[in-house]
T-cell receptor, first 114, second 117 residues
Framework: AQKVTQAQTEISVVEKEDVTLDCVYE???????LFWYKQPPSGELVFLIR??????QNEISGRYSWNFQKSTSSFNFTITASQVVDSAVYFC???????????FGTGTRLKVLA | GAVVSQHPSRVICKSGTSVKIECRSL??????MFWYRQFPKKSLMLMAT?????????EQGVEKDKFLINHASLTLSTLTVTSAHPEDSSFYIC?????????????FGPGTRLTVL
């Protein structure tokens, strides 16, 4: 069975703090994809990153960085120097190759306080 | 690139009426479109998957006759909530994937908030 766990329901930080959102997944497939999406109060899910199971390189995009570790089945997301505009719900998702269906985590609500 | 639109963004209707929600991929051809439902402060629940020109595949527990899905073209899918009742009130989100835009990635529409009185 496939599963995505985002254990952090809600996190509050003060602006400029760094924050890491955890994502742990379960799958028996050898080929799969992991994703992070941001859902601001407006409701639209914004694509942030896609990572396939064969690429364990960490990625950095501006203030965002992702740490993929197959050994611990984790795909964590770090925001450096957080800003109020980062306040949103962040979802981690898993997709097995060929199915195209997503298994979503329950989301982490991030509140960045000014 | 990879923009998905939804219309309407909000709809309020009376109980017993039917409501149609459109999902369009604006700058790519969507091989597959997905319909989700999201309850307040909850995750997304996949309702159905539709491929252009074929019948939608519904997830377990989703009523096919209640939620009619049509994927008539490579850029348009519609969800019709038939004989809507207050319990159908929710946030409905569509997504689309296309071979030309990272085939395994879903791009989401802005969502439609349905309120049934």
């Amino acid at each position: 069975a496939q599963k995505v766990t985002q254990a952090q329901t809600e996190i509050s930080v003060v602006e400029k703090e760094d924050v890491t959102l955890d994502c742990v997944y379960e799958t028996r497939d050898t080929t799969y994809y992991l994703f992070w999406y941001k859902q601001p109060p407006s409701g639209e899910l914004v694509f942030l990153i896609r990572r396939n199971s064969f690429d364990e390189q960490n990625e950095i995009s501006g203030r965002y960085s992702w740490n993929f570790q197959k050994s611990t089945s984790s795909f964590n997301f770090t925001i450096t120097a957080s800003q109020v505009v980062d306040s949103a719900v962040y979802f981690c998702a898993l997709s097995a190759s060929g199915t195209y269906k997503y298994i979503f985590g329950t989301g982490t609500r991030l509140k960045v306080l000014a | 690139g990879a923009v998905v639109s939804q219309h309407p963004s909000r709809v309020i209707c009376k109980s017993g009426t039917s409501v149609k929600i459109e999902c369009r991929s604006l700058d790519f051809q969507a091989t597959t479109m997905f319909w989700y439902r999201q309850f307040p402060k909850k995750s997304l629940m996949l309702m159905a998957t539709s491929n252009e020109g074929s019948k939608a595949t519904y997830e377990q527990g989703v009523e096919k006759d209640k939620f009619l899905i049509n994927h008539a073209s490579l850029t348009l899918s519609t969800l019709t909530v038939t004989s809507a009742h207050p319990e159908d009130s929710s946030f409905y989100i569509c997504s689309a994937r296309g071979l030309a835009v990272r085939g395994d990635t879903q791009y989401f529409g802005p969502g439609t908030r349905l309120t049934v009185l």
